[in-house]
């Protein structure tokens, strides 16, 4: 099994920066790759970036130029810098990771932007 857990949430104002992490624990190894999504209120959870273990990312073309997915392989945590934040980035975000095939999800943390 593998735990993930979010910190880094919260009430930002439109243009402002927000950091999220996500710290893995539990059955770590062979985690390949790991990534944010994140759901708005009465949208689909959607894909906003993930990042293999070795350093290939993805972005949603509506996240590209703004925000910048990380990884610390050795700690097993993956990061989420996001700049210039919109009202549209508000939403419950959720780690998450993949293992042989399984994704494993933390419990979200809430990004609120306000206009």
């Known amino acids: 099994q593998v735990q993930l857990v979010e910190s880094g949430g919260g009430l930002v104002q439109a243009g402002g920066p927000l950091r999220l992490s996500c710290a893995a624990s539990?059955?770590?190894?062979?985690?390949?790759?790991m990534g944010w999504y994140r759901q708005a209120p009465g949208k689909q959870r959607e894909l906003v970036a993930d990042?293999?273990?070795?350093?290939?990312?993805n972005y949603a073309d509506s996240v590209k130029g703004r925000f910048t997915i990380s990884r610390d392989n050795a700690k097993y945590t993956v990061y989420l810098q996001m700049n210039s934040l919109k009202p549209e980035d508000t939403g419950l975000y959720y780690c998450?990771?993949?293992?042989?095939?399984?994704?494993?999800w933390g419990q979200g943390t809430q990004v609120t932007v306000s206009s």
């Open positions: 998450n990771a993949v293992k042989l095939n399984y994704r494993y």
């Open positions: 990042i293999t273990s070795g350093g290939t990312t």
């Open positions: 539990g059955s770590t190894f062979r985690i390949n790759v």
